[in-house]
Nanobody, 125 residues
Framework: DVQLQASGGGLVQAGGSLRLSCVAS????????IGWFRQVPGKEREGVSC???????YYGDSVKGRFTISTDVARNTVSLQMNSLKPEDTAIYYC???????????????????WGQGTLVTVSS
């Protein structure tokens, strides 16, 4: 099975930046889309960003223009550069993988096939 290990969360002031990384094992970019979703306890999951070999990158409306997703195929790593952070970005961020089939815009709405343990991002005002 695919295993995902995320890191890079922490506490940052509003307007600051953080970079999340996720190392994927037993994973192939030819078989899966990979990306991030976030969740605040008691609220619904929110798709943040997705990248796939079929249709490139996609971002949720709330992070578009501030977050950038990238991959290092040789290292099976996906990263999320988060700039201009806002208090409402505070959440647990999960690295996730979905089987290829739909565009990332649709994929982010589905339950992921695999996800990691999550990393907490806290943005103070």
């Amino acid at each position: 099975d695919v295993q995902l290990q995320a890191s890079g969360g922490g506490l940052v002031q509003a307007g600051g930046s953080l970079r999340l990384s996720c190392v994927a094992s037993e994973f192939s970019f030819d078989r899966y889309a990979i990306g991030w979703f976030r969740q605040v306890p008691g609220k619904e999951r929110e798709g943040v960003s997705c990248i796939s070999s079929e249709d490139g990158q996609y971002y949720g409306d709330s992070v578009k223009g501030r977050f950038t997703i990238s991959t290092d195929v040789a290292r099976n790593t996906v990263s999320l550069q988060m700039n201009s952070l806002k208090p409402e970005d505070t959440a647990i961020y999960y690295c996730a993988a979905w089987g290829l089939g739909d565009s990332c815009m649709i994929t982010l709405k589905y339950d992921p096939d695999y996800w990691g343990q999550g990393t907490l991002v806290t943005v103070s005002s």
